[in-house]
Nanobody
């Protein structure tokens, strides 16, 4: 199983970006997908997460500005980021709690993407 992220980049304060992350390989079922971020010198923190039933959870710092969504048919999660601030600058990592096919078994595990840089600066 691989998580492939896209959509990072450089944006001015107040601007928008949309991140995407797709799980590929022997995916049987996605339980939860989400985004974490890590700024230089800081711990990795949860930004937002969504279950396959579309229950969501957001960090207080992004509520009202970021929206997470999921396409279960494509095993893809999106993060729409609006009203971006310089303090949103970080490497954003996709995370997935999913079950994969392994012979006759279904193995559940946590997977991480490689990270995508988001820089908010004028």
């Amino acid at each position: 199983v691989q998580l492939v992220e896209s959509g990072g980049g450089l944006v001015q304060p107040g601007g928008s970006l949309r991140l995407s992350c797709s799980a590929s390989g022997s995916v049987f079922k996605v339980h939860t997908m989400g985004w974490y971020r890590q700024a230089p010198g800081k711990d990795r923190e949860l930004v937002a997460a969504i279950t396959s039933e579309t229950n969501t959870n957001y960090a207080d710092s992004v509520k009202g500005r970021f929206t997470i969504s999921i396409d279960n048919a494509k095993n893809t999660v999106y993060l729409q980021m609006n009203s971006l601030k310089p303090e949103d600058t970080a490497v954003y990592y996709c995370n997935a709690d999913l079950s994969r096919v392994a012979s006759v078994y279904r193995l559940r595990d946590i997977y991480w993407g490689q990270g995508t840089q988001v820089t908010v600066s004028s």
